[in-house]
């Protein structure tokens, strides 16, 4: 995970999206992702998102990622990397969802 923070905060920078807070007090986000097109395309070993979320397959172009950047930003590394449209990419953040489960 360190090395995939070291690729993530280069990404975020050349973005223009500065990172001040440190790995350890940096939000760790659970993310669903779905890719609404037929074929759906495997990302994972698409080298910029395979550095910025650690991920796994969910189902037919459904993944699950563990990641520092926000849904929003994740939303915006797929349809530009991916050259898909807004409407074809759903990033739903689950995070709080998996913290209020275990809580109870």
Not at 3 to 32: H, M, R, V
Request: hydrophobic content about 40%; charged content about 30%; some cysteine.
């Amino acid at each position: 995970m360190a090395k995939s923070f070291q690729y993530l905060k280069s990404f975020l920078n050349n973005c223009g999206i500065p990172t001040k807070k440190a790995e350890a007090d940096a939000i760790l986000y659970e993310l669903i992702v779905s890719i609404k097109v037929d074929p759906a395309p495997n990302f994972i070993q698409h080298e910029k998102i395979k550095d910025a979320v650690d991920w796994e397959i969910y189902g037919e172009g459904v993944y699950k990622g563990r990641t520092h950047l926000t849904k929003e930003e994740i939303k915006k590394l797929l349809t530009k990397e991916l050259c898909l449209v807004e409407e074809n990419v759903l990033v739903i953040d689950v995070t709080n969802t998996i913290v209020n489960a275990k809580s109870k």
